[in-house]
């Protein structure tokens, strides 16, 4: 008989558990959580149950590695562990200093500091009522989160109506809806920018103040991203149910652009949201992919060579399809790999990309990897095989810290071959539409403008890549258009 470490390998390739760490700002709603040293106070970053870290003040103490502190952790009045802890390091985080600290007796149980958090944040709302938050929102901001709700509400009410006058036998005919709904999205889509862009320069007030900013994304999803949620995009974008806003679905709804929805109401939004400048940017970045596809197609077939393009966080891979579809003759000599970290975004993208190959007849293959970013940032050489012509990423990199991206632009330049060329997109800033996704929808991107892209790719121009940056058609997104010297 086999022993259990035959059957299994061994443990030469075991790993050993390490506790999960929360940040401390997504971990507790109320975000009150300290750690008191000595007397002094600091906000905590992150936590799991054998260790935090906090952010120092630059002139407080400077502990070296391996001090014994007594702590109190605390969260509102109530202390979550009280004991000793050692400093296990410190680092410059963005010009602060943060604090790593291992605790040596007990541990923190963190799903009662949560419990606590949710306990205090429960009697706050009852004993302060809505007035709190409030009275944390800057007027400009009150007044047009007001203007804005009533919009929604009176549409919502006036096309319910109307709607309702349709009823046969408790029936609406899904063209009279949808007729109902196009003769309205004509008349409320220049009230509705005009009301976006206005909601979205008063914002500006809430921003470096992390409290009115919480206070007003919570008085806007109470008030109105209730009501807009009837339009299916903005319903899957707001709920998450994979984990984050921007999934295959919602790319789908995207690419679509159509008149979606239960109600004539829910169909007006769905096609506005559709319409927005990050939405429409959608659309156009996939054009300009496609156009990018057919310039290094074209190059490496004048070299006698066919084309390897891969593209990280693939989504439903609308732009291979269509570029498939689209060639006036059956393309040949393309090798897609897409990579998605969603089962079932790969599972759309491989169907409709083979389907597209077998009804072109084309001499072109494509692969699908499963294979999460984390693990792409922190292993280079988790992506196998050849290296690549083309690399590009439309809708990652504005989720990404500066260190983090830089971290995976050169893992994704490793993988490139020399004379090739990565398209790295990401949404710009300034500009007047953030408001939407960032308020209403709770789904937060890093914008860039076009000095903060070329700092992004500065480790690798100081290695000799060429630089372009290119914009759009709906300048919402500006890509980076990195080629490796041969």
């Known amino acids: 008989m086999r022993t259990y470490e035959e059957l299994t390998g061994g443990f030469g390739h075991a790993i050993a558990f390490r506790a999960r760490r929360q940040l401390a700002r997504e971990l507790l709603r109320e975000q009150a959580s300290t750690i008191t040293i000595a007397g002094a106070s600091y906000q905590l970053y992150d936590m799991a149950m054998n260790g935090v870290s906090f952010i120092a003040t630059p002139d407080g103490p400077h502990w070296q590695v391996d001090d014994i502190l007594e702590v109190d952790i605390r969260v509102h009045d109530t202390s979550a562990y009280l004991g000793r802890a050692r400093v296990a390091r410190e680092e410059q985080i963005y010009g602060q200093r943060r604090v790593g600290l291992q605790l040596l007796s007990g541990f923190l149980d963190l799903h009662e500091m949560q419990r606590l958090d949710e306990e205090q944040a429960l009697m706050q709302d009852l004993v302060d009522g809505p007035e709190r938050l409030l009275a944390r929102i800057p007027k400009p901001y009150r007044d047009v989160l007001l203007a804005t709700v009533h919009f929604a509400a009176f549409y919502q009410r006036s096309l319910g109506y109307h709607e309702a006058r349709l009823h046969d036998a408790n029936t609406v005919a899904a063209d009279e809806r949808e007729a109902l709904a196009r003769r309205a999205v004509a008349s409320i889509r220049p009230r509705w920018h005009a009301l976006r862009i206005a909601a979205a320069e008063a914002a500006l007030s809430l921003r470096g103040d992390r409290l009115a900013l919480a206070a007003a994304k919570a008085a806007t999803e109470t008030l109105l991203t209730s009501r807009l949620i009837a339009a299916p995009v903005l319903h899957r974008a707001y709920t998450k149910p994979l984990g984050y806003a921007g999934d295959f679905s919602v790319m789908l709804h995207i690419y679509k652009d159509g008149f979606e929805g239960d109600s004539a109401f829910g169909q007006v939004f769905h096609k506005l949201a559709c319409e927005e400048p990050l939405s429409a940017g959608v659309r156009t970045r996939k054009d300009l992919i496609k156009r990018l596809t057919a310039r290094e197609h074209a190059r490496r077939r004048d070299e006698g060579e066919p084309l390897r393009a891969m593209s990280l966080g693939c989504g439903p891979a609308r732009e291979v399809v269509e570029y498939l579809d689209e060639c006036?003759?059956?393309?040949?000599?393309?090798?897609?790999?897409?990579?998605?970290?969603?089962?079932?975004?790969?599972?759309?993208?491989?169907?409709?990309?083979?389907?597209?190959?077998?009804?072109?007849?084309?001499?072109?293959?494509?692969?699908?990897?499963y294979l999460s970013f984390e693990q792409l940032i922190r292993d280079p050489l988790a992506i196998r095989g050849e290296p690549q012509d083309f690399i590009y990423c439309v809708g990652l990199f504005d989720y990404l810290n500066k260190r983090r991206a830089q971290a995976l632009l050169a893992s994704l330049y490793e993988r490139l071959q020399p004379g090739?060329?990565?398209?790295?997109?990401?949404?710009?800033?300034?500009?007047?539409?953030?408001?939407?996704?960032e308020l209403v929808l709770d789904w937060t991107l890093i914008y860039r403008d076009r000095d903060e892209l070329r700092t992004l790719a500065a480790p690798l121009t100081s290695q000799g890549a060429t630089l372009e940056i290119q914009r759009e058609d709906s300048s919402a997104y500006d890509f980076i258009l990195l080629r490796k010297p041969r």
Do not use: F
């Not at 998605?340 to 491989?350: C, F, I």
């Open 328 to 369: 006036e003759t059956p393309p040949a000599g393309i090798h897609w790999t897409l990579i998605d970290q969603e089962e079932k975004a790969l599972s759309v993208a491989y169907h409709d990309v083979l389907r597209g190959i077998d009804a072109r007849q084309a001499d072109c293959t494509a692969q699908c990897l």
């Open 420 to 437: 090739g060329v990565m398209a790295i997109g990401n949404a710009l800033g300034p500009n007047q539409h953030y408001w939407l996704a």
